[in-house]
């Protein structure tokens, strides 16, 4: 059974602190992506990474996928209340496969 | 406006009652998807479909149903609802091309509690 874990499950810091949150498998993804889901929404897509120690950056956010395409870590720069909400990490074997979510990482950012 | 649509957003409803939450996607998906979330456990893949008669389980099956009649369709059914199933549920739509895994587009969520 393939499996995702997250780490860390809730995070509570202080707006313009930087956070890393971290998403792992025993199993190798081809494609690994992260979701943000906000209170009384459905996850939206932050990014896709498909290529081992692929990393990319959205604005304040760098997501980095692992050599080995077992994990995957989202980093925070400068977090601001807005960023608050849960973080979602999934993987897929093939565009066909069955899509495995993590447990998620509940993020609180203080102003 | 590309969405998906659930309805209704709340239910709250009695053991052994049948229900349907629709599930509704406009951008001609052929990939379509139901999830339960619950604390902890983070999003469960209830069923999911290719295309149009063609539906597969997920990883928690047990106690619904669902049908895929129409490409932009893809209602679930709860024979006999079981408080175990009060849950927060999602449908997603998604292309399927290539081998990498594209974007899902989830729907607004549906929050039942079975009493």
């Known amino acids: 059974t393939q499996l995702l874990e997250q780490s860390p499950q809730f995070l509570s810091i202080q707006e313009g602190e930087n956070l890393t949150v971290y998403c792992n498998s025993s199993s190798v993804f081809s494609s690994l992506q992260w979701y943000r889901q906000e209170p009384g929404e459905g996850p939206v897509l932050l990014v896709t990474v498909v290529t081992g120690g692929e990393v990319k950056k959205l604005k304040r956010l760098t997501f980095q996928f692992g050599d080995a395409r077992k994990d995957s870590s989202l980093h925070i720069t400068a977090a601001q209340p807005g960023d608050t909400g849960l973080y979602l990490c999934?993987?897929?074997?093939?565009?066909?496969?069955?899509?495995?979510f993590g447990p998620g990482t509940s993020l609180s950012v203080i102003p | 406006e590309a969405q998906v649509t659930q309805n209704p957003r709340y239910l709250i409803t009695v053991t052994g009652k049948k229900l349907t939450v629709t599930c509704s996607q406009n951008?001609?998906?052929?990939?379509m998807s139901w999830y339960r979330q619950d604390p902890g456990l983070g999003l469960r893949q209830i069923y999911y479909?290719?295309?149009?008669?063609?539906?597969d389980k997920g990883d928690v099956p047990e106690g619904y149903k669902v049908s895929r009649k129409e490409k932009r369709n893809f209602p679930l059914i709860l024979e006999s609802p079981s408080p175990n199933q009060t849950s927060l549920y999602f449908c997603a739509s998604r292309l399927v091309r290539g081998t990498y895994y594209n974007e899902q587009f989830f729907g607004p969520g549906t929050r039942l509690t079975v009493l």
């Open positions: 479909s290719m295309n149009v008669e063609v539906t």
């Open positions: 999934a993987g897929a074997q093939t565009s066909y496969d069955k899509v495995i």
């Open positions: 951008m001609n998906h052929e990939y």
